[in-house]
């Protein structure tokens, strides 16, 4: 059976395909655990970052995302939890980039306020 592999390189081509498809496949059915610790790591960045109170929205899809993929994980669709994680991870920054701005914003107008209140006093004691 060898020898008719080698003569005809045809079958012999073939043979390296499939086996190179069967391999690909084999990867692909493997748990995302890293893509599943990823996601969950950029979900407790964006709640230590505040995004349950400045980005309720693009949180609740992080977690909704989250709780599927761990569902597709637990059902052994690979793929589909793979997928789901990674959306659930970009929402999850999402989330937190929009609390951070928020934060930023309200510093912001912190500090005018600050800046308007000492203008307001300096205009007092000059009268």
């Given amino acids: 059976m060898k020898k008719s ?6 079958t012999l081509l073939a043979a390296v395909v499939a086996g190179s498809v069967l ?15 990823v996601a969950t ?9 505040g995004a349950i109170e400045f980005a309720p929205v693009e949180m609740q899809a992080a977690r909704q995302k989250m709780n599927q993929a761990e569902k597709a994980d637990f059902e052994k669709d690979y793929k589909k939890a793979k997928d789901l994680a990674e959306q659930a991870e970009w929402d999850a ?12 914003q309200r510093a912001v107008k912190d500090a005018e306020r ?7 006093e300096g205009m007092r004691g000059s009268k």
């Fill in 23 to 37: 391999t690909l496949a084999g990867c692909s059915g493997n748990p995302p655990t890293t893509q599943l610790a």
């Fill in 114 to 120: 600050a800046v308007q209140e000492l203008r307001n």
């Fill in 93 to 104: 920054r999402v989330a937190e980039r929009k609390a951070q701005a928020e934060k930023v």
């Fill in 41 to 49: 790591q950029a979900l407790n960045a964006a709640e230590t970052a």
């Fill in 5 to 10: 592999l080698l003569k005809n390189p045809k």
